[in-house]
């Protein structure tokens, strides 16, 4: 069972409320397909990924982008739960795009960055470990229908 | 995944336009790595603070980063550039080569908060793999 304290739920909560999930999904899922570009092989049907000019342009990696930033609002909504809140999406993910799992880890490093660029000085210490607890547990529950 | 000329020089370009702030990014690198990630402490036990901005932490951030700096100047040829370096890291400092990407990591998320429109999509991917690369030849002395 996942303990929060009472500050890391303020974080958390803090920081979704600030959040575009129309700009920061995008960027997240770009820098990952630009930074890490074997993650391309998920997304063939996208169309143009060629290089990061096609990538950032391409409204296919955008809209992906804002699907899995409120996929995260859900975990966030459920965050006593989010084990099985996200048992679906876990079966999803293996059984029907088996994709590797060492690459939610890529994409959340990709979207701690990109928070920390949009939140500059107030994304302190604190909030830092707040945000990579909740994207731990998200990608452990992810990873959990992996068999 | 090897640097190529390209990657080489986004990262001396971007590492002109940072090195002003090179003791800031580097204190808060550090100050991060053993707050986020408290297992990196063990490493520290000998120093009498080891919260954000302490003395100690300031002063060891500036070791590094002007290590990194070092590796920046050295990046054709990283191995034997770093070559010192590593006999440290291997038979003195001893710190298992994982913490490499630990500290990696923190150091990109504070490149994206002190530069966000500097530190674009392609930068972060130069640095990314120039920093994989430092601490490929880091532990080159290893085994």
């Known amino acids: 069972m996942v303990v929060w304290t009472d500050q890391e739920r303020a974080c958390i909560q803090d ?46 990696v955008a809209a992906h982008g804002i699907v899995v930033l409120h996929g995260l609002d859900r975990a966030m909504k459920n965050m006593d739960d989010i084990k099985n809140t996200y048992a679906e999406l876990s079966v999803l993910h293996s059984e029907k795009l088996h994709v590797d799992p060492d690459n939610f880890r890529l994409l959340a490093d990709c979207l701690t960055i990109v928070i920390a660029a949009t939140m500059g000085s107030s994304f302190t210490a604190d909030v830092q470990a707040a945000w990579q607890k909740f994207l731990a547990v998200v990608v452990s529950a992810l990873r959990r229908q992996y068999h | 995944m090897s640097l190529s000329a390209n990657d080489k020089a986004t ?38 603070d080891l ?31 770093l070559l010192t370096l590593s006999e440290l890291h291997a038979f003195q400092l001893r710190v298992d080569p994982a913490n490499f990407r630990i500290l990696s990591h923190n150091i990109l998320v504070v490149l994206a908060m002190l530069f966000p429109d500097d530190f674009t999509p392609e930068a972060h991917l130069a640095m990314d793999k120039f920093l994989a690369r430092l601490a490929l030849a880091l532990s080159d002395k290893y085994r």
Request: glycine residues 6%; aromatic residues 14%.
């Open chain 2, 11 to 48: 990262v001396k370009a971007f590492w002109a336009k940072i090195s002003p702030k090179a003791d800031d990014i580097g204190n808060e690198a550090l100050s991060r790595m053993l707050y986020v990630y408290p297992q990196t402490k063990t490493y520290f036990s000998h120093w009498s």
């Open chain 1, 15 to 60: 920081i979704f409320s600030k959040l575009n999930y129309e700009d920061a999904g995008p960027k997240a899922l770009q820098r990952a397909l630009i930074v890490y570009p074997w993650t391309q092989r998920y997304f063939a049907s996208f169309g143009n990924l060629y290089n990061a000019e096609a990538i950032m342009s391409n409204p296919k």
């Open chain 2, 51 to 81: 919260s954000p901005n302490s003395a100690p932490v300031r002063k060891h951030g500036k070791k590094i980063i002007a290590g990194i700096g070092l590796a920046v100047e050295k990046i054709d040829d990283l191995f034997a550039g």
